[in-house]
């Protein structure tokens, strides 16, 4: 038997990265973890103390998901568009009667804490209105498409992630059981 071939010789190769790491300066690697960690220390405190540098790293963050994201999708078939949530004819005010009175007969610590927000309601009955408004061509409204129409129509500029909530509970407040259930 060569020693090429050998099972007792294999298994004591070292990878590429054990071997730089069993190699390298132990004061370089200690020197690198404290820039590290500086730099970490020094960008949190900028952000807490600069909003729009901190917006700016939201940002890029955001736009490096977003191609992350269509990298992931190059070859996959489209998504077909999701159809919207099926809501009944109301006006913003009885939409807003319909969710406190649902609110009223649920026993749920979410609901006692959104009963309490006058403001979150008139949000949700807005939200209602909007979603029912922008999905009359039969596709689901985007996010962005409610933020534009909260900042237009309401004047109220929205986080993405505030956006999404509303939208959500828009759905789910219009499922089987729910204040704003079409059927």
Do not use: C
């Not at 099972?7 to 820039?35: K, M, Y």
């Not at 005010?93 to 969710?99: G, K, S, V």
């Not at 609901?111 to 922008?134: N, V």
Request: proline share 7%; charged share 35%; glycine share 4%.
């Amino acid at each position: 038997m060569t020693a090429e071939n050998d099972p007792d010789t294999d298994s004591l190769r070292l990878t590429a990265e054990e071997l730089a790491f069993l190699l390298s300066d132990p004061q370089s690697h200690a020197d690198r973890e404290e820039r590290n960690a500086r730099s970490n220390r020094a960008r949190t405190e900028r952000r807490r103390s600069d909003p729009a540098y901190a917006e700016r790293l939201r940002n890029d963050d955001r736009l490096r998901q977003r191609r992350h994201r269509a990298k992931a999708a190059i070859g996959r078939p489209e998504r077909e568009p999701e159809s919207p949530v099926p809501l009944p004819a109301l006006t913003a005010a009885d939409a807003l009667r319909r969710l406190e009175a649902h609110l009223e007969a649920a026993a749920t610590p979410q609901a006692a804490q959104l009963r309490r927000r006058a403001d979150a309601l008139q949000r949700y009955a807005a939200a209602f209105e909007l979603y029912r408004a922008l999905s009359d061509r039969g596709e689901r409204p985007t996010r962005s498409a409610l933020a534009a129409a909260f900042a237009t129509r309401l004047g109220l500029s929205l986080t993405p992630s505030q956006i999404q909530k509303l939208r959500d509970h828009v759905e789910g407040f219009a499922r089987p059981g729910g204040p704003w259930h079409a059927g």
